[in-house]
Structure formats: C-alpha cells, structure tokens
C-alpha cells in the first residue's frame, strides 16, 4: 500500500521557479534513497536528483546550481526546488523512492515555455 504522489507541478516561463513535492504513504519507516526523475515525450526517463536518508545529494549535470533536492524524513516527503528553469527541463517529472523494493509516483507535468 505504498504510495508517492507528486505535486506542484504546472506551466511557467523560461527563468521560472516551481518546487515539486512528493509525499509517500505506506508501511514504509523510511526510505532509503528518494529522487526525481523526468521523461520527455520521445525520450528516456532520466534521472534529475536524489538524495539519501542521511542528506546526501546527487544531480544531473544539466541541473546542478539551479535545482536543489530536500526531503523531511518523518514524513516521508521529499522536494525539488527548481530554479532558473529551461525549455529543456520540460517533462513529466517522476518521485522515485526505495526500501527493499522501489516505489514510483504517477508524475507530475512541468512545462517551461515563453
């Protein structure tokens, strides 16, 4: 019964900002690593950030210094603040979280257009 539910998701200009959340529910105490995933039509999911229990971060090279990843471990949620945004980071945008199995979210649509 886990389950990871994305929001925040929307239509902003090219310089924008959105923070994107992900709350999970279920039998899980906590989750291992927990990170966002974005897939444009046409192309391969692919990752964005992650972030372990203990606060370590990981970002793909076309989102480092304008994306940053948080997550509050009581309650299972984590974030994406996303800054500066592009034409490019326009895509669904997954939360993927793990215990003993992996979890994903139905995602949430970002699109950044003028």
């Known amino acids: 019964q886990v389950q990871l539910v994305e929001s925040g998701g929307g239509l902003v200009q090219p310089g924008g900002s959105l923070r994107l959340t992900c709350a999970a529910s279920g039998n899980i105490f906590r989750f291992n690593t927990m990170g966002w995933y974005r897939q444009a039509p046409g192309n391969q999911r692919e990752l964005v950030a992650t972030?372990?229990?203990?606060?370590?971060?990981n970002y793909a090279d076309s989102v480092k210094a304008r994306f940053t990843i948080s997550r509050e471990n009581t309650k299972n949620t984590v974030y994406l603040q996303m800054d500066s945004l592009k034409p490019e980071d326009t895509a669904v945008y997954y939360c993927?979280?793990?215990?003993?199995?992996?979890?994903w979210g139905r995602g949430t649509q970002v699109t950044v257009s003028s």
């Open positions: 993927r979280a793990t215990a003993n199995n992996q979890y």
């Open positions: 972030i372990t229990s203990g606060g370590s971060t």
